[in-house]
């Protein structure tokens, strides 16, 4: 069955690669091939850490980074991709998202259906939803990604001593302070300098097992103590987006309300609040960029505080050239002998290698974390150079 749905798809995909223009003379959507896009990477890297308490260690590894490749019409779009971050069996993924819309004036409506490892994958669903709206108004509902407003400069290498101590590492789902697998209704506003949005999770423990309870003892009586507990999640997720002329402020926060299904089974409290400011500010040929995060993670008695910041700045040099350098500095949040704060540095430059297509980035960074315990105590730098071929 599986390979006879990998043999259909591969056959609507050569169809709609011969077929440039199916509606033509039908008034409806172009189902043919409008475009191709698509990038390969590949990196040189060169990593030291050096802990107060363990072995120095010095990595050097060359490898493929990212390589996509997408196939777009009016209707679908086909995409291809590996990724160095390894996501999909072996790293690969591939899946076709189906968007057909329709507007009338200055109203539209869009339906969006996402089907993941489509050839010999799972078949699991990505973004599905419905969104209406015009030039002032908006109304989305169903499976889609979180706003994302964080942003950190250029960083083309980041040290890490690998304990996870950096904007990324210290909050649950990232740097982006996103709610994991969301689920939900948004509603946004466009006021000319500034939009609004407000976001509300509508989702239960079999959707984001992220935000699940946890039993307190063994309430049910089944002899089992601290299971996982069934759970409906909602909350509210509002930001805001202010531009004039060179300044951006864009800001972001959440709240989530974790409720048990079965009110007869007793469980710990769980609680999860975060907050992020990101700013941007052109001065000339340079952008001057900074953000701060912070959010609650409350499981049981324990309770940490994660927080990082940080600012960059990025230099146009003409020419397709440019150059960066980013500080930031992250906290665990943790108590006594378990909180780690983190210091880092970056320096990138980047230019056409012989065409424009093809860029190279080159760059360097260094990692300082400290703590009362000596083994997640320590240092750490590291050199990347990346050549990057878009299409």
């Known amino acids: 069955m599986k390979k006879f749905k990998s043999l259909m798809l591969a056959a609507l995909a050569s169809a709609a690669l011969a077929a440039p223009s199916f509606a033509d003379g039908h008034g409806g959507p172009n189902l043919g091939i409008t475009g191709i896009s698509g990038e390969v990477v ?58 057909p819309s329709m507007k009338s004036g200055d109203n539209y409506v869009k339906g969006v259906g996402e089907l993941k490892g489509v050839f010999g994958g799972a078949g699991d669903y990505g973004d599905v939803y419905v969104e209406g709206g015009n030039q002032s108004v908006y109304v989305k509902a169903g499976t889609f990604g979180s706003t994302e407003y964080y942003g950190n400069g250029m960083g083309v290498s980041r040290a890490s001593l690998g304990n996870k101590v950096d904007p990324d590492g210290v909050f649950e789902n990232g740097e982006h302070l996103v709610i994991k697998d969301f689920k939900g209704i948004e509603v946004g506003i466009n006021a000319g300098d500034i939009k609004f949005e407000v976001a509300v999770p509508w989702m ?68 999860r609040t975060g907050a992020q400011l990101v700013g941007s500010f052109n ?29 960059n700045v990025t230099v146009a040099l003409g020419s397709g050239q440019k150059v960066g350098a980013s500080f930031d500095t992250a906290n665990n949040g943790q108590d006594d002998a378990a909180e780690v704060t983190s210091t880092r540095f970056s320096a990138s430059y980047q230019m056409p290698f012989f065409v424009e297509a093809l860029s190279l980035k080159l760059g360097v960074g260094t990692s300082t974390e400290s703590s009362d315990t000596d083994a997640l105590a320590g240092s750490a730098s590291s050199m990347e150079a990346e050549w990057a071929y878009s299409f």
Not at 53 to 73: P, W
Not at 209 to 225: H, I, K, N, P, Q
Not at 236 to 263: E, M
Request: no cysteine; glycine share 10%.
């Open 42 to 99: 590949y990196e040189l890297q060169q990593s030291s850490t050096s802990p107060d308490e363990g072995d120095s260690i010095t990595v050097m590894d060359a490898e493929v980074g990212d390589v996509n490749i997408s196939f777009k019409s009016d209707l679908y779009t086909f995409y291809f991709e590996r990724d160095d971050e390894g996501k999909g069996p072996d790293g690969l993924d591939n899946r076709i998202k189906i968007h």
């Open 204 to 271: 239960n423990s079999d959707d984001s097992s992220t935000y699940a309870l946890t039993e307190d003892g063994d309430s049910d009586g089944d002899g089992v103590s601290g299971e996982t507990v069934a759970s409906n999640i909602t909350g509210v997720r509002p930001g805001i987006q202010f531009s004039a002329g060179d300044v951006s402020v864009k800001a972001i926060a959440y709240s989530l309300s974790i409720q048990k299904q079965n009110s007869d089974i007793d469980t710990l409290d769980k609680n």
């Open 283 to 311: 001065a000339g040929s340079a952008t001057i960029g900074a953000f701060y995060s912070t959010a609650t993670e409350k499981d049981g008695s324990a309770d940490v505080t994660p927080t990082a910041g940080g600012a």
